[in-house]
């Protein structure tokens, strides 16, 4: 069934410890049990509103001008929009009546091929991880080469 898109307001914060967006309503309102659509340059969610909440407190349903709270399932981002989907009325079409197809013989199976096993390979060995030489001899090396400086000058 089609559904339209109309924009509810943006997300002016996400919380990712509690997965919670932080919705400011500009244009239309949300309650619990509607199909909203949160939309940005690298989000695409859509999920059904299960909680709504305002100041910390649980509401069914909220208008444009509020601030809420919404658990999501997934990661957004400040400046996504947030769209509720309605669905669309219109002329319902009855979809065609399925034709009943003639029934097909069955063609004799043939036997598969056999696959060859292929020899698992073993895993491959890390490379030993290179560690900066220590403090200590760093410092030699620095006063070896700034002795050599001076006895050149």
């Not at 509607?34 to 909440?53: A, K, M, W, Y």
């Not at 509720?84 to 002329?91: A, Q, S």
């Not at 698992?120 to 002795?147: C, E, F, G, L, T």
């Amino acid at each position: 069934m089609p559904q339209e898109r109309k924009k509810v307001g943006e997300v002016f914060h996400f919380y990712g410890n509690i997965g919670v967006a932080a919705i400011r309503l500009t244009d239309d309102g949300i309650a619990i049990g509607d199909t909203v659509q949160i939309q940005g340059p690298s989000t695409n969610l859509e999920q059904t509103v299960e909680t709504l909440q305002i100041e910390h407190a649980d509401v069914s349903r909220a208008g444009p001008g509020q601030e809420v709270g919404m658990k999501v399932r997934d990661r957004v981002r400040e400046k996504d929009f947030v769209y509720k989907l309605v669905p669309t009325e219109g002329p319902v079409r009855a979809p065609p009546p399925a034709k009943a197809a003639p029934p097909k013989k069955a063609a004799p199976k043939k036997a598969a091929p056999k696959k060859k096993a292929r020899a698992k390979k073993a895993p491959r060995k890390k490379a030993p991880v290179r560690r900066k030489a220590s403090p200590a001899r760093r410092s030699k090396a620095r006063r070896a080469s700034r002795r050599s400086r001076s006895r050149s000058r």
